[in-house]
């Protein structure tokens, strides 16, 4: 079975302090690994994804991932976080079938 | 290039009615899935269609169906509604396999 688990219900950071949201995985065989983010009444967007190869992947608005097979984690980064960027994370694991994570709320203070 | 397109927006049903949500996916785009957000917690799959074919089933009653059209929009009911119906659903389209796009999803309300 397929899960995931993000750690950190909310989250608060200073505007232009770095971020990091974590993410473990269960998943059978090699995963696919995704996070997206919601901002409040909206749908999800997809910030990056990874399948193969590189470990690290960039993404959009900044962000960057980190997959670690060993550790079963897949952590998301920003090096210096915008007001802009507050809203809710999640983590999703899976192929045609994606399981979420509770999400990671995330709070920006100027 | 317009996204994925879900309506209505919002709607407010009474328990034991029935709905029914819309979604048209991105052009060129032949898979649809669904997914319910409860609210705090994360997304949950309910449908996966491709080709008009169900492709995977999530952990739902039969009270949840869904179906896709020749053009690849498909529509999700829900009948008997219980008050924990009460979510964001969301409609997700993809090109390859294992790469979905969001629509902004129906508020669903069951009083």
């Known amino acids: 079975a397929q899960s995931v688990t993000q750690p950190d219900i909310h989250i608060t950071v200073s505007e232009g302090a770095s971020l990091e949201l974590r993410c473990n995985y269960s998943?059978?065989?090699?995963?696919?690994l995704f996070w997206y983010v919601q901002s409040p009444g909206q749908g999800l967007q997809l910030l990056l994804k990874?399948?193969?190869?590189?470990?690290l992947v960039q993404g959009i608005k900044g962000f960057e991932a980190e997959f670690k097979r060993s550790q079963s984690s897949f952590n998301l980064r920003k090096p210096s976080v915008h007001w802009s960027d507050a809203a809710e994370y999640f983590c999703a694991v899976g192929g045609d079938k994606l399981s979420f994570g509770a999400g990671t709320t995330v709070t920006v203070r100027a | 290039d317009a996204g994925v397109t879900q309506s209505p927006t919002h709607l407010i049903k009474t328990r034991g009615q029935q709905v029914t949500l819309r979604c048209s996916p991105i052009s060129g785009h032949k898979s649809v899935s669904w997914y319910q957000q409860v609210l705090g917690q994360g997304p949950q799959f309910i449908f996966q269609y491709y080709e008009k074919e169900e492709r995977g089933r999530g952990n739902f009653p039969d009270r949840f169906s869904a179906r896709q059209f020749p053009n690849y929009s498909s529509e999700l009911n829900v009948n008997a509604l219980l008050l924990g119906d009460s979510a964001l659903y969301l409609c997700?389209?993809?090109?390859?396999?294992?790469?979905?796009?969001f629509g902004p999803g129906t508020r669903l309300t069951v009083t």
């Open positions: 990874y399948f193969s190869g590189d470990t």
């Open positions: 997700a389209s993809s090109l390859s396999p294992y790469e979905q796009y």
């Open positions: 998943y059978g065989a090699t995963p696919y």
